[in-house]
């Protein structure tokens, strides 16, 4: 008896060193790490010590107080309305095509498990993946400067972040409804629209708005590479060292990009 | 029996009236918005015909033989989003500490605070961080570290805080029943229950942050986007073509992984 019980008692004392060990190694190993990633990255240690300092100084100094009567010049003005106006367009144009892709991408209902599931769903990988801000420094090489290809990256992005929300809740339908709709003899559109629309609208429309909120956000920096909108200004008083005009312009998206979520989350409670 | 004789509520004048009025008020602002965007504010003359355009995105065929340079970048973009979701971890928790209504320390005052920075990082995107962090620190990683760490921690605390309120009070009024003190409550009582949640959501992070490390060298921030906007000024498209392929596979790989971690975890 006594033997089993200081048998258990070194089982747990030889566990809870190797616990210990491990412990002390995966520290090690992260110390290691990060070392090795001050090296690789080129850190500056001399400068992170100060760091802390210096971004007092310069938001204390040099940021602030916002100078919000530069928000306020014709031009800004416009453009202000010109990233909204650009925001809900291409909300708009893409949720129009990202609705087929979402049926398509869809394994449980797709039309064509071989073509177009495939290619529904590496269209929305890819647009995913794919960063907004470059895609939109090639579109402005392509179409020039302005908000139409602000608007076109805008449709990218909004296939890749509603195409694959949708298609989730596609799947996620109850097949039973799908299958007796079916069995009427209805074709694919046909099992489309009444089967699966009806059931994923509501959940749909929560996507579409809440899509919207996450463009207007990606609208507001990118006048940034010249595609339109507010970005633009922001790079023009930070590269002429006005940080506190640049600083109105901030303070104006984040003022707008809290009322966006506050309105998309209030239509989106209303509508269920 | 014709259609007129069955009473469908669906086909009530009045409703319909109400659609088609709130259809059409839609359709004609869009059509507004889409004259000033399309046809207003966009230079169609300097843009030229469809065979020029597509001449010019011909340009950004990839450059294949351009990948080997393109690696040393990609995987200092991949060490930036680790970092900075290294210092978000850190720094989210006591955020969330702060920011969640039930266990927070003096609620008049400490959690209108981390609501409000909560508030802050979520709805600022993080260029204009790695803007800030670049005009006071300098150019190179660091500052895309720190951008990316002060725009993740948003989303870590609140969904850290969310969890912490919809807790299992049980196992918290147990622990307090011991006479332990608050922050022995909060490690002994929340963090064993919230974990799971917290780590996945880290990883999700993590994930998105690989996207967002990429675009931070546009303005100085390091990685990957420092190259792309090099290549992009000097006109070498097929570089930047294979560039923007390089990072889309990598943020998909990351994805891939992160999901799969992810649905392991739960």
Redesign the interface.
Known sequence: MKENVSLAFDSYRSDEMRGGLWKFVGLLIFIAFAFW?ID?????IE??LG?FG??GT??SE??LPPEMAFAAEDRVVDSII?TI??S??GA?IGTIITMPLAWFAAWNVTPSRAILYPLARAII??T????T???A??LV????????AG?LALVKATIGFAGKLMAEQVEAIDMRRVEAIRATGANELDVLFYGVIPQVWANWVGIIIYNWDAQL??S??LG??GA?GMGLY?REQ?SIIE?QT?MAI?VV??VM??LS?TASHFLRHRLY | MTDAAIANPLRDPKETFRRYTIFGVCAVFLLVIGKDIIIDETDWARMGTLAEMVKTALFFVPEWSFFPQTVGPLLETLLIALWGTILAVTVSVPIAYLAARNITPFPVLTYPLGRGLIILSRSTHEIIFALIYVSALGLGPLPGILALATRSLGFLAKTTAEAIENADPGPIEAIEATGANRLMVFCFGVIPQIFPIFVGNVIFQMDINIRRASILGLVGGGGIGLMFAEVMQNLYYGRAGMIVVGITAMVVVGEFISNRVRQRLI
Do not use: D, H
Request: hydrophobic share 65%; aromatic share 10%.
């Open positions: 990633s690789v990255l080129k850190i500056p400068r992170v760091m210096r971004l310069m938001i040099r940021l010109e106006e650009m809900i367009l708009v990988v890819v995913r993946g794919m960063p801000l470059m895609w420094m090639v090489a392509i179409f020039g400067f302005g908000p139409f608007m956000r990606n507001t920096i940034f590479v339109g922001l930070i940080y640049a901030i998206i984040i990009v809290v979520e």
